[in-house]
């Protein structure tokens, strides 16, 4: 890794010119509604109705391949999240087309959601820099356990504040695990950072690689992961409204990834405890340790092919099986996301019933025989609305768990869906307040 990295300035610069088409802020995800639905404990007392799915020839369809989707699935076995097999770094030479044709493979720059003007919620773009030791040492005092705010596989991440005050969050990677391989996803995290810049992924503000010392600084987000809002850690149920908002941003994050950038980058790890919350509940996607390259469509390229990096419960089983890595494997991690937010529950559930301990093969036979309200988190409200949109979800859940890649939606596609889902979420809601208000002047004006 070469000593110095280039100031953000001319990269962002360049990329503010590329990117004006593509929204990066709030113009892309607009703010949230002011009648999201109020949270509250579903109880056993409440009444539904049964989805009328058989109606819908899409579900009569979706039933015919849910069958071989439940067949062929099967929870990946001892698969490492950190594996010994090498990672290629990312190449920064490798840069295709500004201006790609359009294609079930090149959708880049297209009209739609993403043309409205690149704005900035930030109003100092900071830079791009290799911290000292030193400097790291000042801004978490020595590494103090009061400053710690997370623990994981590669090592701990601290809250600290720089000597320009902003607040960041700094995560310094395990000794003892300091061998080629983590090396190599080191610089992956920093690389890929460095080339990223939107709304909706963590900023990078510099790193440090001198001795046995790995730390990369980004910026600090606030309000845990969506893991532990899902688990309620801290007893609050995250409302179903704000659920939907985050899978927009999400998929908004992951669609640039994949299209708006000079070479699209796959994730590899899009999971519910690499997602970040503001304290808005925006939010932010994390963690670009496994990221690789995709493949140059404009050279023939179909998929790259690489060792099998991820998490147990989110793997696109294709890539288990192939070793071919495409986008479309951020795809199916995404429906795996999708599920999580419907059903409160994890990928894999040990202290369920058998039958129960895969989340999306459980969720989607429910789905497919016309009770998806049965897949609801017990803990959210429900309504009209919120039925719908559950129904809906796991609709373009199911398309983004199919058992080939070429059967599942793009990102850009499954966000445009879930646009789509909000806006007749939204409307429906408005429309159930509207009606209980005018019911509620009725009755008065009878008394």
């Known amino acids: 890794m070469e000593t110095t990295m280039k100031s953000p300035n001319s990269l962002h610069a360049r990329r503010r010119r590329d990117l004006s088409s593509f929204s990066s802020a709030g113009s892309g995800t607009p703010d949230r509604p002011s009648y999201s639905p109020t949270n509250s404990t579903y109880t056993s007392s409440s009444s539904y109705s049964k989805s009328n799915s058989e109606k819908n020839p899409v579900k ?11 067949a062929c699935f099967s929870p990946p076995e001892k698969v490492e999240t950190n594996s010994n097999n090498s990672l290629s770094s990312l190449s920064h030479s490798a840069d295709a087309p500004s201006d790609a044709s359009a294609g079930s ?66 995560k310094r990677a395990k000794k003892s695990v300091h061998d080629k391989n983590s090396g190599a996803e080191f610089r992956t995290e920093v690389r890929t950072l460095e080339k990223v ?9 510099g790193y440090l690689e001198q001795g046995d010392e790995r730390i990369i600084v980004v910026e600090y987000v606030p309000n845990g ?20 908002d985050i899978a927009i941003d999400v998929a908004h994050a992951v669609t640039y990834l994949h299209m708006y950038i000079d070479h699209p980058i796959i994730h ?3 999971k519910s405890s690499n997602i970040l919350l503001t304290e808005n509940l925006r939010a932010k996607v994390a963690d670009f340790g496994f990221a690789k390259l995709a493949a140059n469509t404009e050279a023939g390229e179909t998929h790259v092919s690489t060792q099998v990096k991820g998490t147990a ?31 409160g529950r994890r990928p894999i559930e040990t202290k369920h019933e058998y039958k ?59 966000a445009e869906l879930l646009w789509s889902i909000r806006k007749d979420y939204r409307e429906l809601l408005a429309s159930d307040h509207s009606s209980d208000s005018e019911s509620s002047n009725t009755t008065i004006r009878e008394e």
């Open 105 to 170: 493979g090149n959708e880049r720059r297209r009209s739609g959601i993403y043309t409205t003007s690149n704005k900035s919620t930030r109003t100092k773009e900071p830079e791009i820099v290799k911290f000292s030791v030193d400097e790291i040492y000042k801004a978490t005092k020595n590494f103090s356990p009061s400053l710690k705010i997370g623990q994981g596989g590669f090592g701990t991440v601290y809250k600290a504040r720089l000597q320009d005050g902003n607040l960041v969050a700094i």
């Open 268 to 270: 590899r790890d899009i």
């Open 313 to 343: 419960g989110y793997l696109d089983p294709e890539y288990l099986q192939t070793y071919q890595l495409t986008e479309k494997s951020d795809v199916y991690s995404f429906g795996v996301l999708l599920v999580e937010l419907v059903t």
């Open 197 to 205: 810049e939107h709304l909706n992924l963590v900023k990078l503000y």
């Open 356 to 414: 129960e301990r895969i989340t999306v093969r459980w969720a989607m036979k429910k789905f497919t025989e016309g009770d998806a309200i049965l897949t609801m988190d017990p803990r959210l409200e429900r309504s009209a609305a919120a039925n719908l949109a559950i129904e809906k979800i796991l609709e373009l859940a199911l398309q983004c768990l199919a058992p080939t890649r070429r059967s599942r939606p793009s990102m850009r596609k499954s």
């Open 60 to 70: 009569i369809a979706a039933r015919t391949f849910a069958g071989a989707f439940i």
């Open 225 to 244: 992961t969506l893991r532990e809002h899902l688990d309620c850690v801290d007893g609050n149920i995250l409302g179903f409204a704000a659920r939907l």
